[in-house]
């Protein structure tokens, strides 16, 4: 069990577009997602809290309007760069978790994101 | 002070030799306690958890929690070359809630063939 899937696992786009990315949990049910970036050699930054049905929690520092947060089922949470620009481009990781007898967070298998 | 620290390394250990990772963290509230594995451009896995004082084992790995001194470590066993690859300590703030897991920047391990 515990196996979170996220969709595009890779993505190039242009200055000023938005991209969307699904984070899926395929075999437990999430009633909390996480959503983390990481830049290259650095640490993982996390970036906000995701609870099903109700809005998200940002860390200090994550503009809420530039990275659009849904969580809308128990299942499926969704990250939108908006209005993305190239200091966007680095790798973002969602995680979900705990589940029931699951302890900790489970990750996806990551999308990196490239901005021209 | 961060709240959980790792050394970065890398450690450098040869094949079959005991590879020893350690942790601290700040909180003394904290109830559970994380290793994840995350090679190189992937995202991490988890490979251990520990609740309790002492030592939990799973095969070649074991993790090791010592509350008092506010510090979690993981011995690999047999280390193998596809053992190399940053691992990250993680600690839950408020024991099996739903916050967050708090990392630590990981230690880069280079097992040597």
């Known amino acids: 069990g515990a196996v979170v899937s996220q969709h595009p696992s890779r993505v190039i786009c242009k200055s000023g577009t938005s991209v969307k990315i699904e984070c899926r949990s395929l075999?437990?049910?999430?009633?909390?997602m996480f959503w983390y970036r990481q830049f290259p050699k650095k640490s993982l930054m996390l970036m906000a809290t995701?609870?099903?049905?109700?809005?998200?929690?940002?860390e200090q520092g994550v503009e809420k309007d530039k990275f659009l947060i849904n969580h809308a089922s128990l299942t499926l949470s969704t990250l939108t760069v908006t209005s993305a620009h190239p200091e966007d481009s680095s790798f973002y990781i969602c995680?979900?978790?705990?589940?029931?007898?699951?302890?900790?967070?489970?990750f996806g298998p990551g999308t990196r994101l490239t901005v021209l | 002070q961060k709240e959980v620290e790792q050394n970065s390394g890398p450690l450098s250990v040869p094949e079959g030799a005991i590879a020893s990772l350690n942790c601290t963290y700040s909180?003394?509230?904290?109830?559970?306690f994380f290793w994840y594995r995350q090679y190189s451009g992937k995202s991490p896995e988890l490979i251990m958890f520990?609740?309790?004082?002492g030592d939990k084992e799973d095969g070649r790995f074991t993790a090791q929690l010592n509350k008092a001194s506010q510090y979690v470590s993981l011995l690999i066993r047999d280390s193998q070359p596809s053992d190399s690859a940053t691992y990250l300590c993680?600690?839950?703030?408020?024991?099996?809630?739903?916050?967050?897991?708090?990392f630590g920047s990981g230690t880069r391990l280079q097992v040597q063939p």
């Open positions: 995680s979900a978790g705990p589940g029931r007898n699951l302890p900790g967070e489970f």
């Open positions: 075999d437990f049910q999430a009633t909390t």
């Open positions: 995701s609870n099903e049905g109700s809005k998200a929690t940002y």
């Open positions: 909180d003394r509230g904290s109830q559970s």
């Open positions: 520990i609740y309790s004082n």
């Open positions: 993680a600690v839950n703030r408020v024991g099996t809630g739903r916050r967050a897991l708090t």
